[in-house]
C-alpha cells in the first residue's frame, strides 16, 4: 500500500499540470463553441488531429527508450544527451521539408490561401517535439513540481492570448476605434487565433526548458543510440497506432459524411469528442507517474501484486469519473454551446472507451518491462484496423455516431488482447471479480439516472447525487484497505 501511496502522490503533482491546466485549458472550448461556427471549429478539429499523429512520429518512442536505458544504463547522462540530440536532428529535418511544401500541404488539406495556418502547425509540433525530452528528463528525476510548472505556465499562455486574440482585441478594435490593431485583428474572431496562441506558448515552454536543455552535452553515441532505437521502434508503431486510434475519425468523417454536412458534422463531433477529457485528463496524469514508477517497481518480487493493487484503484477512480459525468449531464453539457448539442449522444460511448484505453495502458506494463514491446504494436495495429475499418463502414451509415462506436469497439479489443496475452507471459493477479462489479455499479447507476426527468433540475441533481454517493459507498464497503487509508484522512467510521 506503500508504494500505492508513493504512485498517487506522484500523480497528485503531476495532476497539478494534467488536470487543473488541462481543465483551465478546456475552459476554452465554452468560448470556441460560442464564437466559431460548427464549419468554422473543423478546420481546428481537423488540423490539430493531424497534429497529435505527427506529435508521435516527430518523438519515435525516445521517451519511454530514455526511461528505460536511464534505469540500466551506467551513465545516464549519456542516455539523455543522445535522446535529446536525436530529436533535435529530426525535428530540424522536417521542418526544413515541410516549410519548404507549405503551399502545398495547405493546397492537399483544402486550405488554399491559409498557408499561415500551415507555418503555425508545423512550429507547434517542432517546438513540442524539443520538449518532450526535457520534460521526460524532470519525470525520471522525479522534479514533478518543475514539471507541473512548466506544463501550467504553458496553459495559462496559451489562454491568455486566446482570450486577447479572440475576445479583447476585437472587442478593442470594433467599440474603441483602435485602427491600429488592424495588424493584429479585422474585428472578428479568427480560428488562427487558437494557432498563434498555441505556436507562442510552446516557443515559451523551450525558454523554461532551458535550464534542463543545458545538462544535455551536444553529441550522440551511435551504440547506444542504435540501441535504444530498436528498443523504441515497436513503440513508435504502437504509440503511433494508438494516436491514430484516438484522431482517425475525425480525418475520416470528412471524407465519408455527406458533402453538405461533412464540415458542419465535423465540427460538431470534434468539440463534443472533448467531453471524454474528464476521462483523459485523469488518464494522462496517472501516465506520467505510472511509467517510471512501473519500471522502478519491476526489480522488486511483489512487483505484480503492486501492479494489480494499482489497476483497482484506477478503475476506481474510472467508473467513479463515468458514474458522476453521466448522472449529471444536464449541467456538463453546457460545456459546449447549443449548437453542438447535436452531438452529445456520443459521449457514453467515448467515456467508456477511453476507460478500457486506460486500462490498456495499465495493462501495457508486462511487455513493456519484459522488452516484448513487438506485442504492444500489434495489439495496436490491430486497434488500428478495427478504427479505420468500422469507421469507413458506420459512417455512411449512421453519421459520427459510428465513430464513436468505432472508437468503443477499438479499446475494448485491445484492452482484451493485452490482459490475454499478458497473462501467459507475465502473469498479474487482477481481480475481474472487481472488475465486473464496478463496471456494472457505473452503468446501472447512469441507466437508472437517465430515467429521471423532474421538472425541478434542482431535484433532479440530488436525487443524481445520491445514486452517485451511493456507488462509492457500495465501493468502500468492497475495500477495506481504501477504507483503511481514508480513515486516516476523514472520520469515517468503521
Known amino acids: ?142 522534479k514533478a513540481w518543475a514539471f507541473a510548472g512548466i506544463k501550467l505556465a504553458n496553459i495559462f499562455i496559451n489562454i491568455a492570448l486566446n482570450l486577447i486574440l479572440i475576445l479583447l482585441l476585437p472587442y478593442l478594435f470594433n467599440n474603441y476605434g483602435y485602427t491600429w490593431l488592424g495588424i493584429f485583428t479585422k474585428g472578428k474572431p479568427e480560428v488562427s487565433a487558437i494557432f498563434i496562441s498555441n505556436m507562442v506558448a510552446s516557443f515559451a515552454t523551450l525558454l523554461m526548458l532551458w535550464p534542463t536543455i543545458k545538462k544535455a552535452s551536444f553529441n550522440i553515441n551511435l551504440k547506444l543510440w542504435k540501441e535504444m532505437f530498436l528498443y523504441a521502434l515497436p513503440l513508435l508503431v504502437y504509440n ?110 467515448l467515456l467508456m472507451g477511453h476507460i478500457f484505453l486506460g486500462i490498456y495502458y495499465n495493462l501495457s506494463v508486462w511487455y513493456k518491462i519484459t522488452g516484448k514491446t513487438m506485442y504492444g504494436a500489434w495489439f495496436s495495429l490491430i486497434g488500428t484496423a478495427v478504427t479505420i475499418g468500422l469507421n469507413i463502414f458506420l459512417i455512411p451509415r449512421i453519421g459520427f455516431m459510428g465513430s464513436a462506436w468505432a472508437n468503443f469497439s477499438c479499446y475494448l479489443l485491445m484492452m482484451l488482447l493485452s490482459y490475454i496475452y499478458g497473462q501467459k507471459h507475465y502473469p498479474i493477479p487482477y481481480r475481474l471479480d472487481k472488475f465486473f462489479l464496478y463496471l456494472t455499479l457505473s452503468v446501472a447507476f447512469w441507466l437508472i439516472g437517465a430515467q429521471i426527468h423532474l421538472p425541478w433540475l434542482g431535484l433532479n441533481l440530488v436525487i443524481k447525487g445520491l445514486l452517485f454517493i451511493l456507488f462509492f459507498i457500495i465501493v468502500l464497503r468492497k475495500e477495506p484497505e481504501l477504507r483503511q487509508a481514508l480513515q486516516t484522512i476523514l472520520p469515517l467510521k468503521k
Open 240 to 349: 503511433l497506432a494508438g494516436v491514430v486510434n484516438e484522431t482517425i475519425d475525425r480525418v475520416l468523417l470528412k471524407h465519408f459524411l455527406p458533402p453538405e454536412t461533412a464540415i458542419h458534422d465535423l465540427g460538431v463531433y470534434g468539440m463534443c469528442f472533448k467531453f471524454s477529457v474528464f476521462i483523459v485528463i485523469f488518464i494522462q496524469a496517472f501516465r506520467y507517474a505510472a511509467e517510471p514508477f512501473f519500471f522502478r517497481q519491476a526489480k522488486e518480487k511483489d512487483a505484480p501484486t503492486t501492479y494489480a493493487m494499482v489497476m483497482n484503484y484506477f478503475i476506481i477512480v474510472c467508473f467513479g469519473m463515468f458514474a458522476g459525468i453521466m448522472l449529471f449531464m444536464d449541467v456538463i453539457k453546457f460545456f459546449v454551446g447549443p449548437m453542438y448539442y447535436a452531438g452529445l449522444p456520443i459521449v457514453p460511448l
Open 1 to 142: 500500500m506503500g508504494k500505492v501511496k508513493e504512485l498517487a502522490g506522484q500523480t497528485a503533482v503531476y495532476g497539478l499540470s494534467s488536470i487543473v491546466g488541462r481543465i483551465l485549458n478546456y475552459l476554452l472550448v465554452p468560448l470556441y463553441t460560442r464564437v466559431f461556427l460548427p464549419h468554422e471549429s473543423a478546420i481546428y478539429v481537423e488540423l490539430y488531429a493531424y497534429m497529435a499523429i505527427l506529435a508521435v512520429v516527430l518523438t519515435y518512442g525516445m521517451e519511454t527508450a530514455f526511461f528505460r536505458y536511464s534505469e540500466t544504463h551506467s551513465h545516464p547522462q549519456k542516455v539523455y544527451s543522445t535522446a535529446f540530440n536525436s530529436i533535435i536532428l529530426t525535428t530540424f529535418l522536417f521542418l526544413l521539408l515541410t516549410l519548404t511544401f507549405k503551399d502545398s500541404i495547405a493546397s492537399w488539406l483544402g486550405y488554399e490561401g491559409k498557408t499561415e495556418y500551415i507555418i503555425y502547425f508545423l512550429l507547434i509540433l517542432g517546438f513540442d517535439a524539443l520538449s518532450a525530452i526535457p520534460f521526460a528528463w524532470l519525470r525520471e528525476q522525479r
